[in-house]
């Protein structure tokens, strides 16, 4: 693997495809009065774009509106849908433009209504309202279909411009249209959208000695706080902890190892990632500073649970570490990397898959939790966790 620096859940926004090599040549020159055109790609395939070429001078010189013949918007049109036809909602090319608005998401500059989105069957769909955020707070729950953003239809939309039309200034409201599977006709839902500011791992001591921690995103930070909260563990003896990924749609991949690391014992396999090349195949290990080692644990998983989360669940629960409880996770099983490109576009794309410890492959599959605990329909209204109860119930009874 180039770096473990990489992606593994969608959210923020998409990806790209294998055209990295061909930038320059699509950006440096159009072809006068050729009708084929012969390059070399990167997988040293001869590669005919006669026909894109063709194309474009059918354009160039007969469309009606010449003005609207805009070179750049031509170029990254046709390399956007060389990525999309692909069929990966986690492949997908970015403008310069669009790959600022990414770069700014990765450094937590967001304001919009916190929800991690993704493409399921052609549909936007929600992954995962964030904690705490305008989205929760409104009821978005996952596997909710958002079918208008306002008064434009998604389907018409990129998901980048989805994404853009649905993020905004912190204060301004936006209306999306929901269809949710439970309920038979479609609803509108106004949320005034916010600073998304969240914090990476939250801690609280419970009843009978039991600690909750609360990790709500796989950060560049999150590794250290949960060490840390780990480590303030030590001296008060729990009597077991409690891990909640609850509606948490990952992050980094490296974190996610990093976390297992104060979880299991060290040099135990945390992932395995499968790269197109077969020799490129590698599993990561623990690396050590493990703690609390003796402590019974459970983990918390739901349908909102995805990439990181499900890369730490899958783990704890090959290596019988603890006990993984709630309902089905997400199922997102593969890793994106960024490659950014001369002109400041970017691709995003999809370079792997990964198994757990166990060889299992958990792409639009999820995992299975060890009890499945559901949710029942009035435990919101009642502000009952009913989850949470139940993964306090069994530490008790341990």
Same mark, same amino acid.
Request: charged letters at 25%; zero cysteines.
């Given at each position: 693997?180039?770096?473990?620096?990489?992606?593994?859940?969608?959210?923020?926004?998409?990806?790209?495809?294998?055209?990295?090599?061909?930038?320059?040549?699509?950006?440096?020159?159009?072809?006068?009065?050729?009708?084929?055109?012969?390059?070399?790609?990167?997988?040293?395939?001869?590669?005919?774009?006669?026909?894109?070429?063709?194309?474009?001078?059918?354009?160039?010189?007969?469309?009606?509106?010449?003005?609207?013949?805009?070179?750049?918007?031509?170029?990254?049109?046709?390399?956007?849908?060389?990525?999309?036809?692909?069929?990966?909602?986690?492949?997908?090319?970015?403008?310069?433009?669009?790959?600022?608005?990414?770069?700014?998401? !990765? %450094?937590?500059?967001?304001?919009? $209504?916190?929800?991690?989105?993704?493409?399921?069957? #052609?549909? =936007?769909? @929600?992954?995962?309202?964030?904690?705490?955020?305008?989205?929760?707070?409104?009821?978005?729950?996952?596997?909710?279909?958002?079918?208008?953003?306002?008064?434009?239809?998604?389907?018409?939309?990129?998901?980048?411009?989805?994404?853009?039309?649905?993020?905004?200034?912190?204060?301004?409201?936006?209306?999306?249209?929901?269809?949710?599977?439970?309920?038979?006709?479609?609803?509108?839902?106004?949320?005034?959208?916010?600073?998304?500011?969240?914090?990476?791992?939250?801690?609280?001591?419970?009843?009978?000695?039991?600690?909750?921690?609360?990790?709500?995103?796989?950060?560049?930070?999150?590794?250290?706080?949960?060490?840390?909260?780990?480590?303030?563990?030590? !001296? %008060?003896?729990?009597?077991?902890? $409690?891990?909640?990924?609850?509606?948490?749609?990952? #992050?980094? =991949?490296? @974190?996610?190892?990093?976390?297992?690391?104060?979880?299991?014992?060290?040099?135990?396999?945390?992932?395995?990632?499968?790269?197109?090349?077969?020799?490129?195949?590698?599993?990561?290990?623990?690396?050590?500073?493990?703690?609390?080692?003796?402590?019974?644990?459970?983990?918390?998983?739901?349908?909102?649970?995805?990439?990181?989360?499900?890369?730490?669940?899958?783990?704890?629960?090959?290596?019988?570490?603890?006990?993984?409880?709630?309902?089905?996770?997400?199922?997102?099983?593969?890793?994106?990397?960024?490659?950014?490109?001369?002109?400041?576009?970017?691709?995003?794309?999809?370079?792997?898959?990964?198994?757990?410890?166990?060889?299992?492959?958990?792409?639009?599959?999820?995992?299975?939790?060890? $009890?499945?605990?559901?949710?029942?329909?009035?435990?919101?209204?009642?502000?009952?966790?009913?989850?949470?109860?139940?993964?306090?119930?069994?530490?008790?009874?341990?």
């Amino acid at each position: 693997m180039k770096s473990l620096r990489n992606f593994i859940i969608g959210l923020l926004l998409i990806a790209g495809g294998g055209v990295i090599g061909w930038q320059a040549t699509l950006q440096g020159w159009i072809p006068d009065g050729t009708s084929t055109v012969i390059v070399e790609s990167p997988s040293e395939k001869n590669v005919d774009l006669g026909l894109m070429w063709a194309v474009w001078k059918i354009l160039d010189t007969d469309y009606l509106k010449e003005e609207a013949l805009d070179t750049d918007a031509m170029i990254y049109g046709a390399v956007r849908g060389l990525v999309d036809s692909l069929d990966d909602p986690y492949t997908v090319f970015m403008d310069p433009d669009e790959t600022e608005q990414f770069s700014q998401s !990765l %450094e937590g500059q967001l304001e919009g $209504i916190g929800a991690e989105l993704t493409i399921e069957d #052609g549909v =936007l769909q @929600i992954v995962t309202p964030l904690k705490n955020s305008p989205a929760e707070k409104a009821g978005l729950i996952p596997g909710d279909i958002i079918y208008k953003i306002g008064d434009e239809y998604a389907m018409d939309m990129s998901f980048f411009e989805a994404i853009m039309n649905i993020r905004g200034e912190s204060g301004t409201p936006v209306t999306l249209s929901i269809i949710r599977e439970s309920l038979e006709e479609p609803f509108d839902v106004t949320i005034i959208r916010a600073e998304i500011d969240i914090d990476s791992v939250t801690k609280e001591v419970l009843d009978d000695g039991i600690v909750y921690l609360s990790v709500n995103q796989f950060s560049d930070t999150t590794s250290d706080e949960f060490g840390n909260a780990l480590s303030d563990l030590i !001296l %008060e003896e729990p009597a077991g902890l $409690i891990v909640d990924l609850r509606y948490n749609g990952g #992050g980094y =991949l490296d @974190i996610a190892v990093e976390m297992l690391s104060y979880l299991l014992e060290t040099g135990l396999p945390a992932v395995s990632i499968h790269e197109r090349a077969v020799n490129n195949n590698e599993v990561l290990m623990t690396n050590g500073g493990p703690k609390l080692l003796d402590v019974p644990l459970v983990v918390l998983v739901n349908e909102g649970s995805a990439s990181a989360s499900e890369i730490v669940a899958g783990a704890i629960q090959d290596h019988e570490r603890g006990i993984v409880m709630g309902v089905q996770s997400f199922g997102k099983g593969t890793v994106q990397e960024v490659e950014f490109l001369e002109d400041g576009s970017s691709i995003r794309l999809t370079i792997a898959e990964w198994h757990t410890p166990d060889g299992r492959a958990i792409q639009s599959v999820g995992l299975t939790p060890d $009890i499945i605990v559901e949710v029942y329909e009035d435990d919101a209204e009642n502000e009952y966790d009913r989850q949470l109860e139940e993964a306090k119930r069994y530490l008790e009874e341990l």
